[in-house]
């Protein structure tokens, strides 16, 4: 009875081997096993099974390799749908899904920050037990939010979550209400990694600044590291008497390694560009 409830499922998994393989006109019988006559290699095997012999269907070479491509492929697809549905969900940019250090521009000026990018990316649960962050520092156009971008899709790549906003977006979904406010936070405390982009822009009233301090105060005491990118100087901040400032850039000092972002613009350097070009064209 054991002998024929296995031959029968044997039976079952080799009608479905059968049903998947692809005879061509130019396959041929060699031995009495069917040969693929692409990759003359075998397209059945003959083995021995519960006292008879048994013809099974088997993937020839050139099935094989197709086989793989096609895996491949499909667990390529399958990747690129999650780093989609991660990037989405990490409220990044779209301008910036594409941003990462094998598109980086390297300048004598921002070599360190190349440096740190990688290190940060290759060891970030180094860094995140320490819960060390980064201040990236500078003037508009040197290429801040897009080394921080460089730095979230890095981790993202290697399925670890990530959010990056700014304090624009997060007082505007705040103001929608406490459902939304709630949300935000939730995601903001959750994160492994959270880059507060173009941080000093957002409006400078009493309501804005103490929320800016609940979210950064909320990171900190989660204990869990984040990203500031920002255009106001450190000098300026270390200066600061303004004590609603003061207490929200004393928490960043505190868990921030502070980076200048140095160099001319990379706005203007394309702006320049752009202006030759049209020059040489009507002067031409």
Same mark, same amino acid.
């Given at each position: 009875?054991?002998?024929? $409830?296995?031959?029968?499922?044997?039976?079952?998994?080799?009608?479905?081997?059968?049903?998947?393989?692809? !005879?061509?006109?130019?396959?041929?019988?060699?031995? /009495?096993?069917?040969?693929? /006559?692409?990759?003359? +290699?075998?397209?059945?095997?003959?083995?021995?099974?519960?006292?008879?012999?048994? *013809?099974?269907?088997?993937?020839?070479?050139?099935? %094989?390799?197709?086989?793989?491509?096609?895996?491949?492929?499909? $667990?390529?697809?399958?990747?690129?749908?999650?780093?989609?549905?991660?990037?989405?969900?990490?409220?990044?940019?779209?301008?910036?899904? %594409?941003?990462?250090? %094998?598109?980086?521009?390297?300048?004598?000026?921002?070599?360190?920050?190349?440096?740190?990018?990688?290190?940060?990316?290759?060891?970030?649960?180094?860094?995140?037990?320490?819960?060390?962050?980064?201040?990236?520092?500078?003037?508009?156009? *040197? /290429?801040?939010?897009?080394? #921080?971008?460089?730095?979230?899709?890095?981790?993202?790549?290697?399925?670890?979550? !990530?959010?990056? *906003?700014?304090?624009?977006?997060?007082?505007?979904?705040?103001?929608?209400? =406490?459902? #939304?406010?709630?949300?935000?936070?939730?995601?903001?405390?959750?994160?492994?990694?959270?880059?507060?982009?173009?941080?000093? @822009?957002?409006?400078?009233?009493?309501? =804005?600044?103490?929320? @800016?301090?609940?979210?950064?105060?909320?990171?900190?005491?989660?204990?869990?590291?984040?990203? @500031?990118? +920002?255009?106001?100087?450190?000098?300026?901040?270390?200066?600061? *008497?303004?004590?609603?400032?003061?207490?929200?850039?004393?928490?960043?000092?505190?868990?921030?390694?502070?980076?200048?972002?140095?160099?001319?613009?990379?706005?203007?350097? =394309?702006?320049?560009?752009?202006?030759?070009?049209?020059?040489?064209?009507?002067?031409?």
């Amino acid at each position: 009875m054991v002998d024929n $409830l296995s031959g029968g499922i044997l039976d079952k998994i080799n009608a479905a081997g059968y049903a998947n393989q692809v !005879v061509r006109p130019e396959d041929y019988y060699k031995d /009495g096993v069917l040969y693929c /006559g692409r990759c003359n +290699t075998p397209k059945e095997k003959v083995v021995d099974a519960f006292g008879s012999k048994r *013809t099974f269907a088997i993937r020839c070479t050139c099935a %094989d390799i197709e086989y793989e491509r096609e895996k491949k492929e499909q $667990l390529e697809a399958e990747r690129k749908l999650r780093l989609s549905r991660l990037k989405t969900a990490s409220l990044l940019d779209v301008k910036y899904h %594409d941003a990462n250090l %094998d598109n980086f521009i390297h300048r004598q000026e921002n070599e360190k920050l190349f440096k740190l990018c990688k290190s940060y990316i290759e060891d970030f649960w180094s860094y995140a037990e320490r819960n060390q962050g980064i201040l990236l520092y500078g003037d508009v156009g *040197t /290429g801040k939010s897009y080394a #921080a971008a460089c730095i979230a899709n890095g981790l993202l790549e290697r399925g670890i979550s !990530v959010t990056m *906003t700014s304090f624009v977006k997060i007082l505007e979904a705040i103001r929608k209400g =406490a459902d #939304a406010e709630a949300e935000i936070l939730r995601q903001i405390e959750q994160s492994a990694l959270v880059v507060f982009d173009d941080f000093g @822009v957002e409006r400078t009233t009493d309501y =804005a600044l103490e929320k @800016v301090y609940d979210v950064i105060d909320a990171r900190y005491r989660s204990k869990k590291p984040m990203i @500031v990118t +920002t255009n106001v100087q450190l000098r300026d901040m270390a200066r600061e *008497t303004d004590m609603r400032y003061r207490r929200i850039y004393d928490r960043i000092f505190e868990t921030c390694y502070p980076l200048e972002v140095a160099g001319k613009s990379f706005r203007r350097i =394309a702006a320049n560009d752009r202006y030759a070009q049209m020059k040489k064209v009507l002067e031409g």
